[in-house]
Protein backbone atom coordinates (compact mmCIF):
# COMPACT_ATOMS: atom_id res chain seq x y z
CA UNK A 1 0.00 0.00 0.00
CA UNK A 2 1.73 3.21 -0.93
CA UNK A 3 1.59 6.43 1.04
CA UNK A 4 -1.45 8.14 -0.71
CA UNK A 5 -3.75 4.96 0.32
CA UNK A 6 -2.65 5.22 3.66
CA UNK A 7 -3.38 8.70 4.24
CA UNK A 8 -6.65 8.18 2.38
CA UNK A 9 -7.44 5.16 4.94
CA UNK A 10 -6.54 7.47 7.61
CA UNK A 11 -8.68 10.26 6.63
CA UNK A 12 -11.54 8.50 5.83
CA UNK A 13 -11.07 6.87 9.56
CA UNK A 14 -10.79 10.27 11.28
CA UNK A 15 -14.12 12.01 9.52
CA UNK A 16 -16.19 8.88 10.18
CA UNK A 17 -14.90 8.27 13.97
CA UNK A 18 -15.50 12.30 14.37
CA UNK A 19 -18.74 12.39 12.93
CA UNK A 20 -19.73 9.49 15.27
CA UNK A 21 -18.28 10.80 18.26
CA UNK A 22 -20.05 13.41 17.45
CA UNK A 23 -23.26 12.42 17.18
CA UNK A 24 -22.77 10.78 20.22
CA UNK A 25 -22.26 13.47 22.11
CA UNK A 26 -24.74 15.80 20.19
CA UNK A 27 -27.19 13.21 21.63
CA UNK A 28 -25.94 13.42 25.28
CA UNK A 29 -25.94 16.88 25.69
CA UNK A 30 -29.31 16.90 24.18
CA UNK A 31 -30.72 14.43 26.08
CA UNK A 32 -29.72 16.16 29.22
CA UNK A 33 -31.12 19.24 28.31
CA UNK A 34 -34.32 17.31 27.35
CA UNK A 35 -34.26 16.04 31.28
CA UNK A 36 -33.46 19.29 32.68
CA UNK A 37 -36.24 21.06 30.72
CA UNK A 38 -38.68 18.35 32.28
CA UNK A 39 -37.46 19.05 36.47
CA UNK A 40 -37.72 22.51 35.82
CA UNK A 41 -41.37 22.52 34.82
CA UNK A 42 -42.24 19.86 36.99
CA UNK A 43 -40.88 22.09 39.71
CA UNK A 44 -42.66 25.01 38.66
CA UNK A 45 -46.08 23.12 38.17
CA UNK A 46 -45.60 21.52 41.95
CA UNK A 47 -44.18 24.62 43.57
CA UNK A 48 -47.37 26.95 42.05
CA UNK A 49 -49.69 24.49 43.79
CA UNK A 50 -48.06 24.10 46.70
CA UNK A 51 -47.88 28.43 46.69
CA UNK A 52 -51.38 28.57 46.54
CA UNK A 53 -52.08 25.76 49.06
CA UNK A 54 -49.90 27.60 51.38
CA UNK A 55 -52.00 31.01 50.51
CA UNK A 56 -54.68 29.28 51.12
CA UNK A 57 -54.07 28.02 54.83
CA UNK A 58 -53.22 31.55 55.29
CA UNK A 59 -56.83 32.65 54.76
CA UNK A 60 -58.97 30.13 54.39
CA UNK A 61 -62.12 31.94 53.70
CA UNK A 62 -61.01 33.34 50.24
CA UNK A 63 -58.69 30.36 49.73
CA UNK A 64 -60.75 27.09 50.05
CA UNK A 65 -63.75 28.87 47.21
CA UNK A 66 -60.46 28.94 44.72
CA UNK A 67 -58.87 25.84 45.40
CA UNK A 68 -62.38 23.80 45.41
CA UNK A 69 -62.10 25.05 41.47
CA UNK A 70 -59.51 23.02 41.06
CA UNK A 71 -59.19 20.36 43.61
CA UNK A 72 -62.98 19.55 44.11
CA UNK A 73 -61.96 16.97 46.39
CA UNK A 74 -60.92 19.60 49.08
CA UNK A 75 -63.77 19.71 51.70
CA UNK A 76 -62.04 21.33 54.52
CA UNK A 77 -59.29 23.64 55.65
CA UNK A 78 -57.88 20.12 57.09
CA UNK A 79 -57.90 18.76 53.45
CA UNK A 80 -55.46 21.60 52.29
CA UNK A 81 -53.30 21.18 55.40
CA UNK A 82 -52.63 16.89 54.82
CA UNK A 83 -52.14 17.83 50.79
CA UNK A 84 -49.32 20.47 51.99
CA UNK A 85 -48.01 18.00 54.01
CA UNK A 86 -47.72 15.27 50.93
CA UNK A 87 -46.70 17.48 48.78
CA UNK A 88 -43.77 18.44 51.47
CA UNK A 89 -42.99 14.81 51.61
CA UNK A 90 -43.00 14.28 47.55
CA UNK A 91 -40.69 17.22 47.11
CA UNK A 92 -37.47 15.50 48.37
CA UNK A 93 -37.63 13.93 45.24
CA UNK A 94 -37.41 17.13 43.38
CA UNK A 95 -36.61 20.17 45.29
CA UNK A 96 -33.83 21.00 46.88
CA UNK A 97 -32.57 21.36 50.98
CA UNK A 98 -33.50 25.12 51.59
CA UNK A 99 -36.88 24.69 49.77
CA UNK A 100 -37.85 21.79 51.94
CA UNK A 101 -36.61 23.87 55.12
CA UNK A 102 -38.66 26.61 54.52
CA UNK A 103 -41.86 24.01 53.52
CA UNK A 104 -41.53 22.35 56.82
CA UNK A 105 -41.42 25.68 58.78
CA UNK A 106 -43.83 27.36 56.97
CA UNK A 107 -46.24 23.35 57.92
CA UNK A 108 -44.99 24.10 61.42
CA UNK A 109 -45.49 27.62 61.62
CA UNK A 110 -48.24 29.02 58.61
CA UNK A 111 -47.40 32.88 58.72
CA UNK A 112 -47.04 35.18 56.18
CA UNK A 113 -43.16 35.51 56.97
CA UNK A 114 -42.89 31.81 55.89
CA UNK A 115 -45.10 31.84 53.15
CA UNK A 116 -42.59 34.30 51.45
CA UNK A 117 -39.55 32.49 53.14
CA UNK A 118 -40.69 29.21 50.98
CA UNK A 119 -41.69 31.47 47.98
CA UNK A 120 -38.09 32.76 48.18
CA UNK A 121 -36.28 29.46 48.15
CA UNK A 122 -38.89 27.98 45.41
CA UNK A 123 -37.21 31.10 43.03
CA UNK A 124 -34.23 30.89 43.82
CA UNK A 125 -34.21 27.07 43.39
CA UNK A 126 -36.10 27.72 40.09
CA UNK A 127 -34.56 30.58 38.81
CA UNK A 128 -31.49 31.03 41.02
CA UNK A 129 -32.97 34.49 41.90
CA UNK A 130 -32.34 35.82 45.54
CA UNK A 131 -35.15 38.40 46.28
CA UNK A 132 -35.69 41.56 49.04
CA UNK A 133 -39.45 40.86 48.99
CA UNK A 134 -40.38 40.38 52.94
CA UNK A 135 -43.17 39.74 54.63
CA UNK A 136 -44.88 43.11 54.55
CA UNK A 137 -45.49 42.63 50.82
CA UNK A 138 -48.79 39.92 51.16
CA UNK A 139 -49.98 42.31 54.16
CA UNK A 140 -52.59 43.03 51.03
CA UNK A 141 -53.42 39.43 51.26
CA UNK A 142 -54.54 40.16 54.62
CA UNK A 143 -57.19 42.98 54.01
CA UNK A 144 -60.52 42.45 53.13
Same mark, same amino acid.
Given at each position: MDNLSAQAILILLT +? *???? &??? +?? &???? &?? =?KKDLQADIHELKRKRYGSILIQMLTVLDPKRGLLKVKEFRPDFENLEDVKE #? *?? =? #?MLNAILFANDEVIKSMSEFTKNPTHENYIKSAATMRKDLWGRTTNIDEKVLGIFSKS
Open positions: +A *LGGG &FFG +AY &FQNR &FQ =T #E *LK =T #E
